[in-house]
């Protein structure tokens, strides 16, 4: 799956690629996104194309009525322009505003969370949860919010 984990106003996550149906990494991608209104989401799924469908569909306004198909199969953390974090899990609609110091999903967010409690940034937490989760690698990837 990935590690995408946010604190102090940096969004930073794995950036290694899923093959599917045990296929393997077949290299690296982008799980996280700055939109065309300073919105920045990070995205974990097990289905290919997802996180990219998601973005797209919440940088066209992210209105419920224009997804189609079934729920997204996912999770994601959004943090808005004003610093505000929503959460979405398998679903359109999002919990929030959440607040907290820090916070992290994904297979490696135990690491990620562990890592952070103990003072990390999100980029180290994200190198801590790639050394231990078999489902992050590649390079770290960061966007800034502010």
């Not at 045990?22 to 097990?46: N, Y």
């Not at 959460?87 to 994904?106: K, T, V, W």
Request: charged share 15%; proline share 4%.
């Amino acid at each position: 799956m990935s590690t995408v984990a946010y604190r102090d106003g940096v969004l930073a996550a794995d950036s290694r690629a899923y093959g599917g149906h045990g296929q393997g990494s077949p290299g690296e991608k982008r799980k996280i996104h700055r939109l065309s209104d300073g919105t920045v989401v990070g995205i974990t799924s097990g289905v290919l194309g997802m996180g990219e469908r998601f973005a797209a569909w919440l940088n066209a306004g992210g209105d419920p009525s224009a997804w189609t198909g079934s729920a997204p199969d996912l999770r994601a953390i959004i943090i808005r322009p004003g610093g505000e974090m929503y959460l979405a899990d398998d679903g359109l609609y999002f919990s929030g505003p959440i607040r907290c110091d820090h916070y992290a999903i994904g297979s490696g967010a135990p690491y990620a969370m562990g890592a952070m409690a103990m003072g990390a940034s999100a980029v180290q937490a994200v190198h801590v949860a790639i050394a231990h989760d078999c489902h992050s690698g590649g390079r770290v990837r960061a966007i800034s919010v502010r």
